[in-house]
């Protein structure tokens, strides 16, 4: 019973953890909207802002009163990712994907996204290992397929 415990409560935060990043990026989304055209003229179309700005605008709510912060239900700790946000000439709008600093050696999920190198990838599939090979971000599991896809709008 404890295993089967321990595997819904993780999978609760792991929920949470993503519907926090829903908001992240639908509170930058609407802030992208009100500069989009400064978006459009950034370099890439792309423009980084982070948690404490969408706090400062008003477009989230901190959830934390003397400090402006998102907790990171599967941490307990402040969320320390940026929000990309940027202009997709192919929709003709603005897209947001929150982001962490690639770490090797950490659990990545499908879906989640990291910046490495000041580029922001999405992970194709969660990776098991505790600890990816020297190629990092550009890591293969067994049968050659990438564990990430670089971004583009």
Known sequence: AVPSYTSIYSSIKRQTYHSKITELNAAAQKYGSTIKDEVKDAPNHCKTIEIPDLIKGGYIVSEDERREEIIDPTTNRAMEGKIEICYCKSTFD????????????????????????????????????????????????????????????
């Open 94 to 153: 603005i897209e947001s994907f929150y982001a962490e600093e690639f770490k090797n050696g950490v659990i990545y999920y499908e879906g989640d996204y990291v910046r490495s190198d000041g580029k922001t990838y999405r992970c194709l599939m969660t990776t098991q290992r505790a600890k990816m090979s020297p190629a990092g971000i550009n890591d293969k599991d067994a049968k050659g397929n990438a564990y990430f896809e670089l971004l583009s709008c």
